[in-house]
């Protein structure tokens, strides 16, 4: 009994609230993560505005921990625009979008690090080449360089390095929003083994 409140006092909530757009299938081969502010500290705002210009983080971590999965990271997300990385044009193709709520120059919250790192360790666990590329700023993929700031000069690498080392990801305290599906998803019909 104490373990399990214990897991939901370490594990953040995640909702799930799908942008509503058509979105490709991302190729999964090479899985970078790349981390955002959205500069207006407001997560309905932030939310508005991507649907106006077509565009999707794949999640979002508002100033409490909350995390809103917005795209799931099977799709190309629409983050980090005319970029450039290692040798990869397009990174949307090649990568995960965390947006952080910030209007800087505000410091980034305790919650935002821990749920961040936990999201990064799940998603590390789901896509295990991600391990061995850096963890990207908006600021390292922009192109040309200087283009973007994101995550910021106030965003503190080290505690986020630090929290995904010690933490164990665990399945998430999903809220109960209805799962809305992005792309029509087919289903496999399973053969009865009799």
């Not at 955002?36 to 921990?65: M, N, P, Q, W």
């Not at 949307?92 to 360790?121: D, F, H, M, V």
């Amino acid at each position: 009994m104490l373990l399990r409140l214990l897991l939901q006092l370490t594990v953040p909530l995640l909702i799930n609230k799908p942008i509503p757009d058509k979105h490709e299938i991302r190729d999964s081969s090479v899985n970078y993560i790349v981390l955002h502010y959205d500069e207006g500290g407001d997560y309905k705002i932030a939310r508005i505005t991507l649907i106006k210009r077509h565009a999707s983080y794949h999640y979002f971590v508002k100033r409490d921990g909350t995390i809103i999965k917005l795209l799931d990271p099977m799709y190309a997300g629409s983050h980090a625009g005319l970029s450039y990385y290692n040798g990869n044009f397009h990174i949307n193709k090649y990568s995960i979008g965390i947006c952080l709520e910030n209007k800087p120059p505000q410091e980034y919250t305790r919650k935002q690090y821990t749920s961040t790192a936990w999201l990064i360790k799940s998603l590390q666990q789901r896509y295990h080449d991600s391990t061995s590329h850096i963890i990207l700023g908006h600021s390292d993929v922009a192109w040309p360089r200087g283009r973007k700031q994101d995550p910021g000069k106030r965003f503190k690498w080290n505690i986020l390095h630090q929290l995904i080392d010690s933490t164990t990801a665990r399945k998430p305290n999903e809220s109960k929003h209805p799962k809305v599906p992005i792309v029509p998803k087919h289903k496999k019909k399973r053969k009865n083994p009799h």
